[in-house]
């Protein structure tokens, strides 16, 4: 994958989207079979199957301590670092499971990048150093750092806000710059999948909208997977949905999944009719 | 409404300690506060005067020179090669420390089960509370004899480095024991210092660095030590504030000898501002060698004092830059 595909990102059509919204179902990116997950002894999932298509957005939703954040750390092998963890099933990504003994975790976390909830640039790095540090942390070699910065801040449209001042710390950015630079820093080292857990719930209204436009163009390269309590959210962003629960005493699982315009439209569960139309969660 | 408020400006400070019960507890903290700035002042004032002899008599050559003839008159003294020994001794004692202290402390924080380090931890404190009397007694007769044997492998293989040259072919009472007994010391100060630090690198970071395909040595690295480094080196000040003016220790395991000992860290024979004080302290001959012995004194404190603002200064810096 060329670095250059990030061009010309920040001409994005709102109106757009509906149409677009639902692309034709392309090759599969990611899946999980069976994925049951512990913390210790407690189950928190149970028998998730999902598949993730290529450069598509899918939202996962659902009331909080469903299992939706647990569910996307095993997706880059960042839940076993919790001591305790434990996992069944199996997470096939381009068709071998990452948890196969010989997968070295490192180069999965490479590929599939990862945003998380409250923006965590490096405070101690300028703006330049932290788009380059995913590339400094992993050792991985690429040439022209500056387009490198350029591009990849430009496909989460910070580039004209930063572009005069990449050797300021990257601390004086605003919430909402700073999480867009921890989306230019993960795509710097190319990612095939992004993974998203609730990236804008800690912003304000103009960023939410503006990571949400960078959402529907990155969906373009990469295959995005976004965890999210906004409803319109999850209705503006993606083309596929699933929706979590965890009914009392039991480990979460996937009530119902498919299309957003059908989960949203026309749910075939009356309790995700219910969750989406906000009648609990 | 207008005859009501106040046009002038009022002061609300005095308003804001209003309460009696806070009035006294404020006064009762500033004054504590300022008792311990009037000890240091005290004991600053007091070794400057004593010193004044030292200087009238010496000159310059008191910090210029090494010596500790008393017979002369004047006595021809001179503490440079002590004060220079105290910082070798305690340059020697980081070398060996700070690599343990703060490896022992990634192992605590990153690596170890939590009950496992819990375990450790009260042992390291342990370790801290142990007299340095005791450690010094223990070095004399059990680190002394074993040391010596390390020190004649290192001449062995090493030899070739001026550092580890030895012509006399006593190992015994050498700069790199006392050194080791001061990095024994050291160790659970700069430990402590740095898990404490270590433990609070933002877990949002060590999550950032993880999902970025960190391995724990490039997080160490890149992170959690650049996040760390102001308390770390602050740590390691403090350690060497202990370091520099630790008497007892030194002295069960130095030979003291009255010449400035450069470099020769395995050579016979060193010595350090405390342990001229403690060893003439005894057998001082009159006013005149007490007063030179106080003005040592006085540059001994200077010296930590200046390690203290330099470590104070590094500290606040490096904690400006994360923000």
Known sequence: MSTTEYEGVMELDIEGIEQSALHQVGPTEMETRDLSVWFGHRKVLEGVNISFPKQTVTALIGPSGCGKSTFI????????????????????????DIYDGDVDPVHIRLKIGMVFQKPNPFPSMTIRGNVLSGLK???M??????DIVEQTLTAAGLWNEVKDRLGNAAGDLSGGQQQRLVIARALAVQPHVLLMDEPCSALDPASTLKIEETIRELSKEVTIIIVTHNMQQ????????????AEEGSPGHVVEQGATT???GNPQEQRTLDYVNGRFG | MADVSQVERRDLQSAATSHRGDRVFTRTVTGAAFTSLAVLAGIAIFLGIQSIPAFQTQGLSFLTT???????????????GMLYGSVLLAFIGLVIAVPAAVLLAVFMVFISPPRLSRVLTNLIDLMAAIPSVILGLWAFYILNPTAEQWQVLLNKYLGWIPIFENTSGNFLGTPFIAGFVLAIMMIPIITAVTREVLSRTPPDLINASEALGCSLWTMLRYVALPYGRGGIVGGIMLGLGRALGETIAVFFVLKIVFETNWDKIIESGGGSVAT??????????????LQLLLAAGFFLFIMTLIVNVVANLIVSRTGRLQK
């Open chain 1, 262 to 264: 059908e989960i949203f």
């Open chain 1, 73 to 96: 750390r095993t997706l880059n092998r960042l839940h076993e670092l919790i001591p305790g963890a434990a996992l069944a099933g199996a997470v096939l990504y381009e068709g071998q």
């Open chain 2, 66 to 80: 090494t010596g500790w003839d008393i017979n002369t008159d004047p006595p021809t003294v001179g503490i440079f």
């Open chain 1, 234 to 245: 999850a209705v503006r962003v993606s083309d596929y949905t699933a929706f979590f629960l």
């Open chain 2, 276 to 289: 001229l004080i403690v060893s003439r302290f005894g057998e001082v001959s009159g006013p005149l060698e």
């Open chain 1, 141 to 146: 070699k690429r040439d022209n750092h500056d």
């Open chain 1, 137 to 139: 942390l992993s050792g």
